[in-house]
């Protein structure tokens, strides 16, 4: 059975300060709390360390943003997994569109990261989705088959259960505009469907799907109670404890 997981990208945002402060929030607010789902943080690099001595204690799991694939070696401010293993990272972003879109990263680069993370035993959170020109030209399911087939290439189907999905259409990213529930169904019962089609019906039962752009309290749960939707990256609404527990509680 697929894990639901909510996600909080917290992308370049909080210093260390402030991320200690976010991170008190959280814990306090989920004192009397049980939430249906996984928790996980994605603070920036710089306070992954501090972040984790505080979460020791509490079900809330830690991921970097992003990594390199080399174990280690002459990458001037480049991430290993190694790396993010010592801090206490079990999850890491891979493949977000802003690495896409700004850093110019490409499937093979981000199937490459997703191998790596694989081997490190890091849950690999990979993004894809559609921008607004591909949607509006009718090319949102060639755009995300594309990226999942790429991106996938050459994993095996043992592997391929361990990999976290999400599903963020650009367009909805920052923007205020989410994707309507049937919107964000229907990529995922594709994606599904796609999974079954690389691998089987029994592998893309387990591969935790999440929705992401522009998700918030208020949104949260009309999108997560969909069959194929199986939790959120957040990011906008991450950065405020009660929203982000909001969105989990949604669950
Ligand atoms: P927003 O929730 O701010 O739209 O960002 C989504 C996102 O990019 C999460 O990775």
């Given at each position: 059975m697929r894990k639901k997981i909510i996600a909080g990208n917290w992308k370049m945002n909080l210093n260390l300060s402030e991320s200690i402060e976010l991170i008190s929030g959280i814990k306090n607010g989920l004192v009397n709390q049980q939430l249906n789902c996984e928790l996980v943080i994605c603070p920036p690099f710089t306070s992954l360390e501090t972040a984790s001595v505080l979460i020791k204690d509490s079900a809330i799991k830690l991921g970097g943003q992003n990594m390199y694939?080399?174990?280690?070696?002459?990458?001037?401010a480049e991430i290993s997994a190694s790396m993010l293993k010592s801090v206490g990272c079990q999850y890491v972003i891979l493949g977000h569109s802003e690495r896409r879109t700004i850093?110019?990263?490409t499937n093979e680069l981000i199937n490459k990261k997703i191998k790596k993370a694989l081997t490190s035993q890091l849950t690999p959170i990979f993004c894809i989705g559609e921008t607004l020109e591909e949607r509006e030209s009718g090319s949102t399911f060639d755009v995300v088959k594309k990226q999942v087939v790429e991106g996938l290439s050459e994993i095996n189907s043992e592997d391929a259960q361990k990999i976290v999905i999400a599903y963020e259409p650009v367009w909805a990213i920052g923007t205020g505009k989410t994707a309507s529930k049937e919107q964000a169904e229907e990529v995922h019962a594709f994606i599904r469907s796609l999974l079954c089609e690389l691998y089987s019906n029994e592998v893309a039962e387990e591969i935790t799907i999440q929705y992401g752009g522009s998700v918030k309290p208020d949104n949260a749960v009309e999108l997560l109670s969909?069959?194929?939707?199986?939790g959120a990256l957040v990011?906008?609404?991450?950065?405020k404890a009660d929203s982000f527990i909001a969105i989990g509680a949604a669950c």
């Open positions: 694939y080399e174990e280690n070696g002459a990458f001037t850093f110019g990263e969909q069959p194929n939707i199986d990011g906008g609404a991450c950065l």
